[in-house]
């Protein structure tokens, strides 16, 4: 054979070999389990995974395969959610109520799932019971890969950054409180990692930077229900990247960071080599509360100043100065990286609505009980996860489809208490419109997809509003906040197929009933458009027992 003839072949073989080659693997070993901890001085009942809180990073790269086995050592049932991984046509590994049996006591489960076509600050956390309010949650950072150049020089190191409301009353105690039917109140302080401390309090220093060298900061906030702003003094931050997409570089002096929201900012180490704080202070509260940690210079001399940068106003010109900078988050069109599917969906504008779904939350008396709810629905779970039902075509067994109407009723604060499941069509794009009567602020993520936040502004909503939309570089993204008698527009394509959670990040009020699903089925049953059932995926419930149903094909 030629030499020529063997390069061929040789060629053929290496693209062969590429085309079936799997994305990498990474592996993780998690323990639940209960300890004591102290945010704010407090002793209480915390959830670690593996001793730590915050938990351990999944630190990965777009593409990448995670495995992680996760072993339950509490008394109660409990499960993950991947709060920003898409989990295309994968919903089983979602980790929410409505789509996986739980892990319980003693039991472990391992979840199965790629980060695919993403990049970007994301975390997990618990979504059962109120176990969110005791911790059990950590950061995943989805890198870019080796060959997609990023918008920005690789920094020197980068931190993750968990900052939010907390409670000095035990998870338990605060789950007890809403089901009798109670509001848990306000929070009784803001942490940062998991600790909290003020000005002048002897502190370890939370991270190092090296004079010159700059650093990314990962910020999630997993409070509660308070937004928050961070800022660090004397040290303005460029906005990089949002849940997802590299934005228009900006510079901010401070940054509004509403419940369920992350954002990456870069740092420079360009001052006084000393310690500096890092300050977080609650947003929209009657009352501030507020927290700091040290950023200390290596090599530095000095503590930080006593005097704080200002906090943003507080009332209602504060709302209109966070509403700018909503506005002033556009995303980067020019940089490479993971584009939302379908490809081409990026031209947003220029895609025809097909549906538009209104939608008014509210509060409302059941039986004595406070509710939360959505268009006069109040979700509640189901014992069997509702795609496992949907899945072995039992549905008609636990729920009934689009009791929640795409209108808000004449009374939104009239609610039904019942499982809320919204049938949404294979491909279809469509408008959401979230529209907040009341005085405290929201926020909404969807699993399953990223979404183009297109406007937030004061006041209803009405079709000529579209007029203000931003239909060029609104950022794709998977949480958006809606301000006090206020509304919010977003944009989206229902291309993957699955049943996908939308909720409050509230948890107060999701607990209560604040979110819904959406069921998108596949037309045509097929693995091109969803996986079928995972092998080790519990069964409970109605479907305990029962036959498994004809699997997808190809």
Not at 122 to 142: D, K, S
Not at 392 to 419: I, R, W
Request: proline share 7%; charged share 20%.
């Amino acid at each position: 054979m030629g030499s020529g003839k063997v390069t061929v072949v040789a060629l053929l073989l290496c693209l062969a070999v590429g085309v079936i080659a799997e994305d990498p693997y990474l592996y993780f070993n998690w323990n639940v389990t209960y300890g004591t901890v102290s945010p704010l001085g407090v002793p209480q009942q915390g959830i670690l995974i593996n001793g730590q809180f915050p938990g351990p990073r999944i630190n990965c790269t777009s593409n990448n395969n995670i495995v992680v086995n996760v072993f339950n050592n509490l008394d109660e049932p409990f499960l993950f959610t991947w709060n920003g991984v898409q989990h295309r046509k994968n919903s089983w590994q979602d980790g929410t109520p409505g789509t996986m049996c739980p892990i319980m006591p003693g039991q472990n489960f391992t979840y199965r799932f790629q980060v695919k076509d993403q990049i970007g600050s994301y975390y997990y956390f618990p979504t059962t019971a109120l176990h969110r309010a005791a911790g059990g949650y950590g950061p995943i950072n989805v890198h870019s890969r080796a060959l997609i150049p990023v918008p920005f020089d690789n920094p020197a190191d980068e931190y993750n950054v968990f900052v939010g409301d907390w409670y000095n009353k035990g998870h338990k105690t605060l789950k007890k409180v809403l089901d009798g039917g109670h509001t848990v109140g306000r929070p009784d302080g803001i942490i940062i990692n998991g600790k909290s401390a003020k000005v002048g309090e002897a502190k370890e220093p939370l991270f190092t930077m090296e004079a010159g060298k700059t650093y990314r900061y990962r910020f999630c906030n997993l409070g509660m229900r308070s937004s928050v702003n961070v800022r660090f003094q004397g040290h303005p931050m460029k906005l990089v990247e949002l849940e997802g997409s590299h934005t228009v570089q900006n510079i901010y002096d401070s940054l509004d960071l509403h419940v369920g929201q992350c954002l990456s900012v870069l740092v420079t180490a360009d001052q006084e080599p000393k310690d500096y704080y890092l300050v977080v202070s609650s947003r929209f509260l009657k009352q501030e509360l507020s927290s700091v940690a040290i950023i200390r210079y290596a090599n530095g001399k000095g503590p930080a100043s006593p005097e704080l940068p200002a906090s943003p106003p507080d009332n209602t010109e504060g709302i209109a100065w966070s509403m700018n900078q909503f506005r002033s988050f556009r995303w980067n069109l020019t940089a490479s990286a993971a584009r939302p599917n379908p490809q081409g969906s990026y031209h947003y504008g220029q895609i025809n609505i097909t549906r538009t779904i209104k939608i008014i939350n509210s509060m409302g008396q059941v039986n004595g009980k406070l509710r939360y709810g959505l268009n006069g629905i109040s979700h509640s779970d189901t014992e069997t996860p509702l795609k496992l039902v949907e899945y072995f075509g039992a549905a008609d067994k636990t729920f009934k489809y689009d009791l929640m109407a795409d209108e808000a009723p004449a009374d939104p604060s009239k609610l039904t208490v019942a499982p809320n499941v919204k049938n949404a069509t294979y491909r279809n794009f469509v408008e959401i419109i979230f529209e907040n009567h009341e005085k405290s602020i929201r926020t909404y993520h969807l699993d399953g997809y990223s979404f183009f936040a297109v406007a937030v502004e004061p006041g209803k909503w009405s079709a000529e509003k579209r007029k203000n939309y931003n239909l060029v570089d609104a950022t794709s993204r998977n949480n958006i906040q809606v301000y006090p008698n206020s509304w919010a527009a977003i944009m989206l394509t229902f291309d993957n197929a699955g049943m996908w959670n939308l909720r409050s990040e509230m948890w107060e009020k999701t607990y209560l009933g604040e979110q819904l699903y959406f069921s998108v089925l596949s037309p045509g049953r097929s693995l091109r458009d969803e996986y079928n059932l995972p092998d080790n995926h519990p069964l409970c419930g109605v479907v305990k027992g029962m036959p498994l149903p004809t699997p997808y094909k190809a």
